[in-house]
Nanobody, 112 residues
Framework: QVQLVESGGGLVQPGGSLRLSCAASGFAVRRYYMGWYRQAPGKQRELVAGISSGGGTQYADSVKGRFTISRDNANNTVYLQMNSLKPEDTAVYYC??????WGQGTQVTVSS
């Protein structure tokens, strides 16, 4: 069965960096579109980054140039490198398989 486990969240100062990891089991991440979503309190969840089975990437305008999604096929893990973090990036971040299967989320807090 599909399982996604996010890790790497935490508290960081504005301008800092974090790398989120999504460890997948039950399927090969290289075969699916993998996305990172986030949801802040009282706000709509949004797709922040995605990587296709072919390796193409997409980013929300709000994170473009700051975040990078990548994939380690050998470890079956998807990453989100988050640089130049802003308070507006504070949210629970979720890893998804094709936006159908979701992980438990990891909290990212960027303090002002």
């Amino acid at each position: 069965q599909v399982q996604l486990v996010e890790s790497g969240g935490g508290l960081v100062q504005p301008g800092g960096s974090l790398r989120l990891s999504c460890a997948a089991s039950g399927f090969a991440v290289r075969r699916y579109y993998m996305g990172w979503y986030r949801q802040a309190p009282g706000k709509q969840r949004e797709l922040v980054a995605g990587i296709s089975s072919g390796g193409g990437t997409q980013y929300a305008d709000s994170v473009k140039g700051r975040f990078t999604i990548s994939r380690d096929n050998a470890n079956n893990t998807v990453y989100l490198q988050m640089n130049s973090l802003k308070p507006e990036d504070t949210a629970v971040y979720y890893c998804t398989q094709g936006a159908r299967s979701w992980g438990q989320g990891t909290q990212v807090t960027v303090s002002s």
